[in-house]
């Protein structure tokens, strides 16, 4: 099964508001999705196994500390919500919203001067969908 057509579902979704994304595994942080697809995200050095870290402890105190990485970008921590989101933001960069389910994190990010509220809900169609499939 290829995961990167979720990338595409993801994004029409958010209705231009978010422009590329990622699945990630919740034990470990392997990629699921291809980092060279259009709408993909290239996670770098181990940024997918300190998110996975973070989700999988329900302890996002490594992100209020030290921010989240992507792409070699680091983004301020905003907040979280009830142990499975998280929101961060950089300054010209855009935002970005990390969604886990049972066994997946999927990763939106919003372009600068887009509205993350759409990409909070596309980031969480695809995590809930993964969710009632138990992923």
Known sequence: MSWDSY???LVAQADGHADRAAIIGLDGGASWTTAGHPNGIALQD????????????????????????????????????DGKLVMAKKKDKGSMTLQSSKTAIVI??????????????????????LESVNM
């Open 46 to 81: 181990g940024e997918g196994a300190k998110i996975a870290e973070c989700f999988k402890r329900k302890d996002f105190s490594k992100f209020q500390a030290s921010g989240v990485f992507l792409e070699g970008e680091k983004y301020q921590f905003l907040r979280e919500e």
């Open 7 to 9: 990338l595409d579902n």
């Open 108 to 129: 939106g990010h919003c372009p600068e001067g887009g509205q993350q509220g759409s990409l909070n809900k596309a980031v969480a169609v695809i995590a809930e969908y």
